[in-house]
């Protein structure tokens, strides 16, 4: 059974701004890594992909919030809310300016002995905060926002290895 663990950026129309994908544990968000993909493709089955993904975080949102099944969501947070199957666990984060975080993790990289309790929630929220604020929306004078750039992969991957400790 493979394993992949998958990092996503979303814009406020649900639009795919980053997509990161990490199959080998060793060499998650490394530059030279051929099993990384950070990708903001046109491509209409990654397109696809995006939009069924998009779909399905926004119906789950949708029926945790209607049932209030705690712990997944606190009826006091619409920006956050988690959701864990047999397989996997996805962590969905949405900012004030609507962006949307969502990260998917299998569950046998949180079996591991060796990895500790991560509170995904304050993860994001500091990602969010030192890395994205600061590269987007303080950087007022760039024309767009570049997700593809070097620097912010640099960030990115300095950040996740640091902060996500099943993933190093």
Known sequence: MSSFCYFFIFDKNGKCLLQLKQANKSKFFTQ???DCMVAVSNDSCDEEY???LYGLVHSLKAFIKR???PPYHNSQDDDYFY???SSYQLIYYESLTQIKFIIIIPLMRLTNEKNPIINYRKLIQEFYQKIHIKR???L???PKCDY???EF???LSMFMKEKLKIFK
């Open 32 to 34: 030279s890594s051929g």
């Open 50 to 52: 995006h939009q069924i």
């Open 67 to 69: 049932f209030n099944i």
């Open 83 to 85: 959701f864990r199957n």
């Open 136 to 138: 987007f929306l303080r």
């Open 140 to 142: 007022n004078n760039q």
């Open 148 to 150: 593809e750039s070097s």
């Open 153 to 155: 992969r640099k960030e």
